[in-house]
């Protein structure tokens, strides 16, 4: 049986303690100083993400959410107002595929997830698409997504980051043309 | 001196085990975990990371009707607090998890009952739930925290709800009858 000296064994076990001490100590600091990084991009530009190329065409503020079936348009919360981001989508890579991670940027790098997550605006039919899956590569494809933003916050948005929570690089930022 | 490899092999994995077995329950159990206590009254608001949050309203019954119907009834009594909680930094106000305490009592939120949750420059009102013994309500305190996992550093609000053994009778005979929370409601902050 091969045998092998204490002094190395002592140096592994040193080396999995310090490895082991620095990652407890990464994660707790991460933890506390955790802030996200953002790149903005010029207006109009489209920004990359998932393998798919994203532009923001138009940031419409509106205080009725019109429903396509005609029914009831939807009313945002008292004091609030609905953002509607009108984006497109252009897949390159088709091994990777959009998962629609959009959310709305506002001052001091507030951020608001998209509204049918948390609000009753899912009640409202609308005509565009929130989320295309299964993009087909190099189609163009115009999707919308819904804010609910604090009125008084409604001319201070800076555009639309595109979430991907598989990376540590900088979220990029898309704003529209008129921004 | 020597060691065979395979002991070595041995030593190492029980090494990592027992990192591994302090990181886990560490994780595990949030007792263990350091925070920091916020202390607050019913009616005035506490001041946490993010925003605040304040208990306005206390109310008791033994029959919970829920979506237009009876959901449950109980030989205890229900509890439901009312609670707004306000985002007013730059970043959502979570404190999705809600605890009675009493002594060494802890009531967990009836069935998904939770805390509040409210979006930057918004306040959220909800009413949570407890379903509680009524002859352990002394000094109740609701708890609201964070439920993620991996922190590095958490708050938690304690707000006394004025049950004291002066009124404690008092609240046992109105736990009487229906009780209906209210659904979710949420505001831009004026």
Known sequence: MRMLPVRRILLVVAAVTAVSIYLIWWVTYAGIHYTPRYSLRPAGASGDVQGTSVRLLSLIRSDKLAAADGGQPGSPEPGAIWIVAELEAVRHDPAKEFLCGTELVGPEWRRWTPASLFTASAGVQRSMPSCPLDLSVDQPVRFEALFLVPARYANQLLGIALRDDSTAARTTVIRPPAL | ?190
């Open chain 2, 1 to 190: 001196m020597r060691m065979a490899q395979s002991r070595l092999v041995g030593v190492l994995a029980a090494i990592a085990l027992v990192v591994v077995s302090t990181i886990g329950l560490r994780l595990s159990d949030p007792e263990e975990q350091k925070f920091e206590v916020i202390n607050g009254v019913v009616g005035e608001p506490a001041k946490v990371n993010n925003g605040e949050v304040t208990v306005t309203e206390l109310r008791v019954g033994t029959i919970l009707k829920q979506f237009g119907r009876i959901q449950d009834s109980t030989d205890g009594m229900f509890m439901v607090i009312r609670v707004t909680g306000a985002a007013t930094g730059p970043r959502p106000l979570e404190l999705n998890a809600a605890r009675l305490l009493s002594g060494d009592l802890r009531y967990e939120g009836y069935q998904s009952s939770s805390g509040v949750h409210a979006e930057p420059g918004f306040e959220t009102t909800v009413d949570v739930v407890f379903e509680v013994a009524p002859a352990h309500i002394d000094d109740l305190t609701l708890e609201l925290g964070s439920n993620e996992v991996l922190r590095g550093y958490q708050q938690r609000v304690r707000i006394k709800l004025g049950i004291t053994p002066a009124n404690m009778e008092q609240w046992r005979t109105t736990a009487r009858g229906l009780i209906e929370p209210m659904t979710d409601t949420t505001r831009a902050i004026p």
